[in-house]
């Protein structure tokens, strides 16, 4: 019987408690958006610099003749590699152009849902203060000399998190 309560006193809670922006975020994503965000994660890696240096060495040796003398099938100055790299540059910046994009999108979304929280933590203060017959005004005046000290703290560097 208590857990038959506890459930429905759970249920009756979330649906009144502030939403999880990760799960608000992975919801709204689509399948493009998920490999851009994979494309650009790699490209950001370390693998992804290892690979193009390995890439870059055996593409010069080949087309210099270092190694496999008669292949060469990209002369100096390397006009196909340019091009190739080029390209890549071009589709990887705008890949880091979506990922921010979407970024941009998730902080917004967290933005609004810390503002909802704020409100509902306030009216919750506000109510239970009323409740214990707690002065709002003498209660604000300690916060606004607390955010007064902490600003102050902040600009001179002493400020401590």
Do not use: C
């Amino acid at each position: 019987m208590i857990e038959s309560a506890d459930a429905a006193a759970d249920a009756a809670f979330a649906a009144r408690s502030t939403k999880n922006s990760n799960e608000l975020v992975r919801a709204a994503m689509r399948a493009q958006d998920i490999a851009a965000d994979k494309i650009t994660n790699f490209a950001g890696s370390l693998r992804f610099v290892y690979l193009h240096g390995v890439w870059f060495f055996i593409w010069i040796a080949i087309n210099t003749g270092i190694v496999f003398g008669g292949l060469a099938f990209d002369t100096y100055p390397f006009g196909l590699l340019t091009m190739i790299v080029s390209l890549e540059a071009i589709f990887l910046s705008t890949f880091v152009m979506v990922s921010q994009n979407r970024q941009a999108r998730r902080e917004s979304i967290r933005g609004e849902l810390d503002f909802e929280t704020n409100i509902r933590a306030e009216v919750w203060a506000l109510h239970i203060g009323a409740a214990l017959k707690i002065d709002p005004d003498h209660v604000e005046h300690a916060v606004q000399t607390a955010l007064d000290s902490a600003r102050e703290a902040q600009e001179r560097g002493t400020a401590t998190y």
